[in-house]
């Protein structure tokens, strides 16, 4: 299942993704990251959770890059990506796809608690 939604308390998009099996479902995601982002304030802070992202055969991941540009248009402060377990060996190679990177920072944890502790240290942003 994929989820994209902003908790506007604390100036935070999150972004839950499973497996992503059409184009038009790529197109869906990059819209609704559009237009959550929309509702937060410059500063807002990010979690993506990749724990069970794939993508079906034939599917292309371009759409992460266009869905980073939204982030940093709309004037993310930070970011975490939350990944399976170190010794999985899972990586999505976004830093190499991005024309963006590193305008922002991004961290990488291993659990939604983690993720969440890290960003709740941060100040919330201003509008």
Not at 17 to 25: F, Q
Request: one cysteine or more.
């Amino acid at each position: 299942m994929n989820k994209v939604f902003a908790d506007l308390s604390k100036n935070r998009l999150y972004i839950i993704l499973g497996t992503v099996s059409s184009e038009d479902e790529t197109r869906f995601l990059v819209n609704r990251v559009l237009n959550e982002v929309k509702k937060l304030r410059h500063g807002f802070t990010c979690i993506t959770d990749l724990r069970e992202f794939s993508l079906s055969n034939g599917i292309n991941d371009d759409f992460m890059q266009d869905c980073q540009e939204i982030l940093w248009e709309g004037g993310i402060r930070k970011a975490i990506r939350i990944t399976g377990v170190p010794d999985t060996g899972f990586c999505f190679d976004f830093e190499k796809k991005s024309k963006v990177w590193p305008a922002y920072q991004t961290d990488q944890v291993f659990s939604m608690e983690e993720a969440e502790s890290s960003l709740d240290s941060l100040s919330y942003g201003r509008k």
